[in-house]
């Protein structure tokens, strides 16, 4: 259990944290998107690359792209 | 040290229920409910970790050698892709419940009292 | 409930929840010394059996096909759920005129368009072999068109995604998957059962029936994230139309 | 046989696949058709996997993956009599909702249908399912069905929150599940039910097992509605469209309940701990709160789908007490009570669309005396309502006798009582409701109930449009509900099938090693009724009519009684009322707390 995986697991919780206490919802949906880096690093780690692939297409095309469109609807009303 | 990897999951798993609880935003909520549910991920492949072993892509690596358990990544793999529906599926009840009601704040508006 | 009285008794129950999580994990045997048996078994059958690579993919698509049948109908349930919501509620739809006037911008979309759109075709392909598969490669698929839009106009967008033809490709991919497994039975073999030759590992026709339903995931996948894109992008411009009005 | 097995999960997924393909290219009734069709089919199969499974258990391996030494490879769907009976009532519940939408809604669009079927789909697979990742899967499947549903045809301003807070609670449930999984799968290293309960057999309960127990028994507690994750249940009813409460109330809830039994008696039976009284205790507890609270807070309701909403949490209650007495007895009850309520309580859930429908309201003191021009409905509505109370030998009786029986065979002599107060509670509710408003008795103004619920119609009244093609699907379930106890030899069945069910050496054995002993139940004589189950069945019956009759003429009881009793039982039933707050993050809260209160009392009982 090398100092990697030790500082990949402390930075995905730190992100998970950030996540949740940010209230702008801009902010939130960059936020969003780190933390799902943070999981790509540790799941590479795991010497899982299916799944570090599929989070990393994820959570840099689909869920930002979703996530911010919802925040200019809520904005332009 | 062996132990952190589990630590994660379930700090993430609290962490993401107390953004629920405390949010002031069905987006935020949305948000946070994603977080839980990565935290599954984070468990499931923590679990299926073998120290020393490959992945299981057998490409130029003799079939034979150490690797990690494939079982886990392949029940991760097809959920992380649907979870984004799923997340999205909500945010549009959330985005009607705006159009309804005027606010996106789950103190705001409750359905009927008791 | 108040707030903050809520927010004590979530503070209490979550000691209690995370201690009694905390205990179950403790159970977990260490970190990196996982002998499960099932693993291992699939890691050393797959490349025998089914000529295929990558265990993992084996496993989604042949080993435990029906719960990626179930994962797909849960993405194709959710856009239809996105489209059964908002689509209700526009009939017109004045579309802004948002074209991107900066050149620069439209150059880098227009290179870019074939580049993503050839990575995601590679990513499919090559699902049984290396890291990838219907799933990745399907919302990778999924961006060029995103490009579309943001290099280009919505105009455009909204040309290139007809909904009914994107409906037929998601129906159809879906459909295909499911057509697959009852195939297999209408010969008496068991649903899912891998028909087609297993080919020879490494190569793209490898795992039989396997590239069939990845193709089917990844049409399935790429059909339903242009769906929900577009519902979503209708429904700010109908909001921003209405605030117009 | 066995090619049907995969068939009723294939054909509505098919279907709904191809509605969507080439729904655009389609008539107008063409969808109608196709969903109907392919709903009876499904539910036509089912019966027929009824039938077959009855004498033995069915084990069918996906992809033709048959165990390799002792390891499952493949997902196997294991079909006994009690997972063909959920599916088939699950078939006969979506035709029935489709049959009554067709005429309920004027246009329906395709996407409607397609999700009923895939809800269809969803649920029998969990029905079928040996695989607790699939299991899981199919259980998401119907939960994001259900999700849409919810907000269809949300034009009006029925607070649409309610679907969101049932979408977030069931989505917790759902990851609690999964990390439940996740443990187990960390300490057998298998995903398939039998394989796992064969190796957690006889090892002691340590941390990981009570912790995954919780986790798994809780996640599906949320969706089977119990105290105290059931805030959800009610604000969805309010929102959801009338032929989709028939599915939430009538099937969706119990196969939570089904999913509690099914997952005890196949993974966690080996283990020696499970089987103390004090195990027993803890189960029972959740039921009896739910029972209890579910029954008050029905009484409390003027809107008809929250009253009949907690009607559905109170008889969750019943049927979690009746597997938690961990006897074939128990378990026989529960299950031949799941299945006469879930045709009654779709039969009320139309009647009460009918009245949406024709009067555009569900507001039990706004429809007062209005509903005299629907005799044919006030009828078959007051005669549900009194054949869920279970009279003897009708309705529910057949699994409240049981159960009854089982829990005096184990001296709960308290269970009856709880048993019966709930019904009566549920019953008597439902009979006031009918009471002013087809036969207009009652004050105007009740104090005790909620207040006036905000509703518009969800469907564009039309008065010509006659109600009799909607009351066919309506009486077919009601004659079913009432005429089930009547089955002859359905007691010996339900007890046998039961048996089996609770035997997990031979599920393990059935499933690896594929031995599948095949014993017929050839007893086929008629209800055997015991004295003590025909007294509380006549109590139940007669007492849901006296609170009902009491309740609808309050003025003339005297005056001190009526208002020290009003007075007493607002102070009493505030708080509770107040805990149903409507607001998201209350409901995520109590979630929390009762994961760790079961935690904690599993952690105790297993010391």
Known sequence: MNVIYVFSIVLAGAAALAVVLTTDLLRIAMLASFYTLTLVIFFL????????????????????????????????? | MSYLPYLLAVWIFLVGLFGIVRSRNF???????????????????????????????????????????????????????????????????????????????????????? | MTRRIRLTVFGVAAAGFAALLIWGTLGIPDFGHYRGRYGQILNHAAVKERQTTNTVTAIVFDYRGLDTMGEEFILFASVTGVALLLREQRKDVPRPRDEVRNEAV???????????????????????????????????????????WLAGSLRTYVRLTPTPYVDLTEGTGVGGFVVTGLIALLIGMPFLHNLLPYGLAGKLSSGGSLPILNWATGLAVTAAFLLLYSEFLEERSFVIAGKHK | MDVLIPLPVAIPLLAAAFLTAFGHFMGPRLDDVIGLAAAAATATISLLLLFDASGHDLVYWFGG?????????????????????????????????????????????????????????????????????????????MSVAAYALTGYRVEEASPLEGAINFAVTNSVGSFCILFGTGLLYARTGALNLAQIGHTLAGHQADGLVVAAFALLIGGLLVKAAVVPFHFWLADAHAVAPTPVCVLFSGIMVELGIYGVARIYWTVFAGVPETHGPGFRAVLLGFGTAGALVGGTMCFLQRHLKRLLAYSTISHAGIFLIGIALLSAKGLAGS??????????????????????????????????????????????????????????????FLGKSLIDEGATALDYHWIPLVVTVASILTSGAMLRAAGRIFLGLGASSEPYLSEEPDEQHEVEREPGRSQYLMLVPVVALAVAGIGISLVPGLEHHTEAAASRFRDTHAYVDGVLNGHQPHHAVLNFDLLT??????????????????????????????????????????????????????????????LVVGMTVLGGLFAVVVR
């Open chain 4, 65 to 141: 993956w048959r165990p390799r030494d002792g390891v499952a490879i493949g997902i196997a769907f294991t079909i006994d009599a009690f997972g063909a009976g959920v599916a088939s009532l699950v078939g006969v519940l979506v035709t029935a909702a489709l049959a009554f939408s067709w005429r309920y809604f004027d246009e329906v669009g395709t996407l409607f249908h397609v999700l009923m079927l895939v809800f269809l789909g969803a649920m029998i697979g969990f029905a079928l399912s040996g695989d607790l990742f699939n299991m899981f899967v199919w259980f998401e499947l």
């Open chain 2, 27 to 114: 987006i935020h909520l949305v948000v946070c409910l994603s977080v839980t549910q990565s935290s599954t991920y984070v468990l499931l492949l923590s679990i299926g970790y073998v120290k020393g072993g490959t992945a299981p892509i057998f490409k130029d690596v003799k079939p034979g050698t150490k690797a990690v358990d494939p079982v886990v990544q392949a029940l991760t793999l097809t959920d992380i892709v649907v979870s984004v529906t799923v997340a999205a599926l909500l945010l549009s009840l959330a985005i009607l419940g705006k159009h309804h009601a005027g606010t996106m704040d789950p103190e705001e508006l409750h359905p009927m009292q008791g």
């Open chain 4, 335 to 396: 299950a031949a009570y799941v299945l006469s309520h879930g045709l009654l309580k779709g039969a009320l859930f139309l009647c009460v669309g009918i009245l949406l429908n024709k009067l555009s309201s569900v507001d039990e003191l706004v429809l007062q005396r209005r509903g005299r021009e629907l005799p044919l409905t006030g009828a078959v509505f007051a005669l549900c309502a009194i054949a869920i109370a279970g009279p003897p030998p009708f309705g529910t």
């Open chain 1, 45 to 77: 780690l795991l010497q899982a690359p299916d799944v570090a692939l599929s989070e990393l297409v994820v959570g840099t095309i689909a869920y930002p792209v979703v996530l911010v469109v919802a925040i200019l609807i809520d904005r332009a009303e």
């Open chain 4, 529 to 590: 009724l015991t004295a003590p189950s025909v007294l509380w069945g006549i109590a139940s019956a007669l007492g849901a009519v006296l609170l009902a009759v009491a309740a609808l003429n309050r003025e003339r009881l005297r005056p001190g009684v009526v208002k020290a009793s009003l007075h007493w039982l607002n102070r009493g039933l505030d708080p509770i009322r107040a805990l149903h707050s409507g607001a998201i993050g209350d409901y995520v809260t109590w």
């Open chain 3, 106 to 148: 439209r150059a880098i979309g227009i290179c870019l368009v074939p580049a993503v759109l050839t990575l995601g075709l590679w990513v499919v392909a090559h699902g049984a072999i290396t890291p990838g598969g219907g799933f990745q490669g399907g919302v990778i698929l999924s961006a060029t068109f995103l490009l579309v």
